[in-house]
């Protein structure tokens, strides 16, 4: 996730829609004052080649290095979220959501700067969360497509949760990865930039060539008519909000 304050925006990152490449390239217009997050050794590698802001200001605190100034931002965090560890959770990280960082930052800074996430088509996107899997856990490919939607169950939601707080949206934007060429030019021209931020993410090509395509990918998925209806009921506020339609059953 980035905060960037001379553009004055917030990045909220969710799984699976490219938002690695989004934030290597957002990157490109922060400093060493704004909060930018650690990704994988492999997309930091990225990242250092481009010459873009490295992750800064994001460190963990623990209980004893708090301040009389970090009291009023803790008492909101634990107002908020959960917090199950004697440390006080990173104070910004990668797949932060948008609860928690509302939490940590000064309530002027949330209310003032324009905050904006990437959203996709669910079905599609437990298509690329499963091929992901597969290449940290192959064994998982033995077990079928059908068995890790049901053991990732919780994961359909996760997206709609980073961006909503009981049940409602409080980011400014959802730029949908079915259209993300021309929600981020748009975007550029909101945030006054100096470049177009859906060009410049073009060349970056973080955590690319897992999924396959075409016959491969329809070799392997297969939609029964119970597994659309479960990803329907994990998210039909999603669903609804961008009409976005389910793959057709071939089983």
Not at 27 to 37: P, Q, R
Not at 75 to 88: D, E, M, T
């Amino acid at each position: 996730m980035i905060i960037n304050h001379r553009y004055r925006f917030i990045f909220v990152k969710t799984r699976k829609v490219a938002g690695t490449s989004l934030e290597i390239a957002l990157s490109s217009f922060c400093d060493s004052g704004d909060v930018v997050t650690p990704v994988s050794l492999e997309d930091e590698t990225i990242r250092q080649k481009l010459g873009y802001q490295k992750p800064v200001n994001w460190q963990k605190k623990s209980v004893f290095e708090l301040t009389r100034s970090d009291l009023p931002k803790l008492l909101r965090f634990f107002k908020r979220v959960r917090v199950a560890s004697n440390r006080i959770p990173a104070r910004y990280y990668n797949h932060m959501t948008a609860t928690e960082i509302a939490a940590q930052v000064p309530k002027e800074v949330w209310d003032s700067y324009y905050k904006f996430t990437l959203c996709r088509n669910p079905w599609d996107r437990m298509i690329s969360a499963y091929y992901w899997t597969l290449q940290l856990r192959p064994e998982v490919g033995e077990r079928g497509f059908t068995r890790f939607l049901y053991e990732r169950r919780e994961n359909i939601s996760e997206n709609w949760r980073a961006y909503t707080e009981n049940g409602n949206i409080i980011v400014d934007e959802l730029i949908k990865f079915e259209e993300l060429q021309s929600g981020l030019s748009k975007l550029s021209e909101r945030l006054s930039l100096p470049g177009d931020i859906g060009k410049l993410m073009k060349d970056i090509r973080a955590k690319s060539a897992v999924r396959p395509s075409g016959k491969d990918e329809r070799e392997t998925i297969r939609w029964s008519r119970e597994t659309i209806e479960l990803v329907q009921q994990e998210v039909p506020e999603e669903i609804s909000l961008f009409a976005y339609q389910p793959p057709e059953s071939t089983v």
